[in-house]
Nanobody, 126 residues
Framework: QVQLVESGGGLVQAGGSLRLSCAASRRAFSSHAMGWFRQAPGKEREFVAAINWSGESTYYADSVKGRFTISRDNVKNTVSLQMNSLKPEDTAVYYC???????????????????WGQGTQVTVSS
């Protein structure tokens, strides 16, 4: 069982930055591919970014590419999402997720993730 706790959300003006962090409870964290998803009011949950177990491979949704950076620290059992040049359309609840899928690559499909955090709210004002 992996427990995930997100932090770092908040209210920011358009063009600003936020850094989300996700702390994992399990030592085997390094074996899990990790991802960030978001869900805006009235919309389905969507993929944001993913990172493989070692941190060597990353993948981003087109909507955030060049603005967001995902990273992980397998010693501290954390995964982060640095968000720059934020836009009002980035407003959503952001979720951290861990996948038990046996792969050396990234995982982008929500149904492939087994563990989810409770979410952290990000609000970008115009």
């Amino acid at each position: 069982q992996v427990q995930l706790v997100e932090s770092g959300g908040g209210l920011v003006q358009a063009g600003g930055s936020l850094r989300l962090s996700c702390a994992a409870s399990r030592r085997a964290f390094s074996s899990h591919a990790m991802g960030w998803f978001r869900q805006a009011p009235g919309k389905e949950r969507e993929f944001v970014a993913a990172i493989n177990w070692s941190g060597e491979s990353t993948y981003y949704a087109d909507s955030v590419k060049g603005r967001f950076t995902i990273s992980r620290d397998n010693v501290k059992n954390t995964v982060s999402l640095q968000m720059n040049s934020l836009k009002p359309e980035d407003t959503a609840v952001y979720y951290c997720a861990a996948s038990s899928l046996s792969t050396i690559g990234v995982v982008t499909a929500a149904e492939r993730y087994d563990y989810w955090g409770q979410g952290t709210q990000v609000t970008v004002s115009s």
